[in-house]
């Protein structure tokens, strides 16, 4: 580009000059118009989606098995005979039941863990490899009628872990296992006032389980500079190895994915979604955290908050599902819970853009037992007699 002096000492610039620059300046503007329309794509008409209803269990035909609320599903196909099969592990009565894509019960198992704890999550690899967390801090492996494995820990990663907990919850997939590894979220055994000691610290373990104890190969996940300053309701993180031991994973609170490499460090890097309707949370509020019970299912109701992040073999995208806020108390003098929240879901493709995001309403399900089948995803509907799902195709 270049610039002559005029009579009036003004300066007129010659543009012949510059023709490099204006194709980079209009190819940066093009890739960003482009990012922003589609991370712009926002449906309302969810419906549209909308494939089939599928029944797995009925509370009439399963009374001998208890309450069907809370109970695990996971989805199988069998790479050999290629059927599928909707693996059911009901917490409440410890009974495994196999059943085909119809609901029918195929063969039923229960899982005698030798605890007196309650089963607070279990990850179903296949019809013979049950994982379960029990007590929040055993983790044991069973097949599908006896006792297979019982993992302690190893004498060094024992002494690595001696202050953590690892931790699992009735509602959230904490742990995940890949090829012979152990995924888990860990925590420092500390209190509320002590939050900067939980986020200085690792909270994603990874343990190789080829043996028959556990040893301890990796941990990482370090939070983020902003939230060892000041008290956040970080909740669990949530994690999905992808390949050649890198993981991604997000965490309850913003609208980020960290990306970890753990054989390069250096490779690692944060991802902003930028999704519409996210807002990135602000911190709690320590005395009011100790001091009314009630403040911490209103700060929850009154952010977006990521319920869980998952990967979809079949179609080869990941999903992603927020809250939208909602306000705690109604007008007419009710108060509002977790289910009532609208919610989005982000379908994003193999490189982690967002492709679209959807609106969902409240109270038709329950948002946090979904199952990815070769069919679809199947959302769970909020119901207390069945385990029924709605499927849904996201990907034309």
Known sequence: MNKKNTENGCFQVNWLGSTIYVKLLILISITFFIKSCRNAEYIKDYMQFYKSNVVVAKAEKWSNYKKLMGASVTFYTDNKSNVSYFLVFLKTSNYLLICDTQGLIISKHFINTSSRGETFDTYIKSPDSIYACIDRNMIVLSDTNRLLKHWVFDSISAAKLQDMTICSNKYWNDFIVYNNKLCVFIIPNVTVTEFKKIYSRSTIAVFDISKNYLVLSDTFAYLPDKFR????????????????????????????????????????????????????????????????????????????????????????????????????????????????????????????????????????????????????????????????????????
Do not use: H
Not at 231 to 248: A, C, L, S
Not at 269 to 288: C, G, K, Q, T, W
Not at 376 to 389: F, P, S
């Open 229 to 396: 300053k000041d008290f956040y309701f970080i909740g669990f993180p949530i994690t999905q190895p992808m390949e050649n031991d890198k993981y991604v994973y997000c965490l309850r609170n913003t609208d980020t994915l960290y990306s970890i490499d753990l054989r390069n460090p250096t490779n690692n890097r944060e991802i902003a979604l930028n999704s519409r309707s996210f807002i990135e949370n602000r911190p709690l509020n320590v005395d009011s955290f100790k001091n009314d019970p009630r403040y911490q299912s209103k700060y929850l109701m009154s952010n977006t908050s990521n319920l869980w992040f998952k990967y979809d073999k079949y179609r080869n995208v990941y999903y992603k599902l927020y809250n939208l806020p909602v306000k705690y108390n109604n007008d007419d003098g009710t108060v509002n819970n977790f289910d009532d929240a609208p919610f989005i879901l982000s379908i994003l493709d193999s490189n982690l853009n967002i492709i679209k995001e959807i609106e969902f309403p409240g109270k038709i399900y329950d948002k946090v037992r979904s199952v990815i089948t070769n069919s679809g995803l199947l959302l769970r509907k909020n119901l207390d007699d069945r385990i029924e799902y709605d499927t849904y195709d996201f990907t034309y």
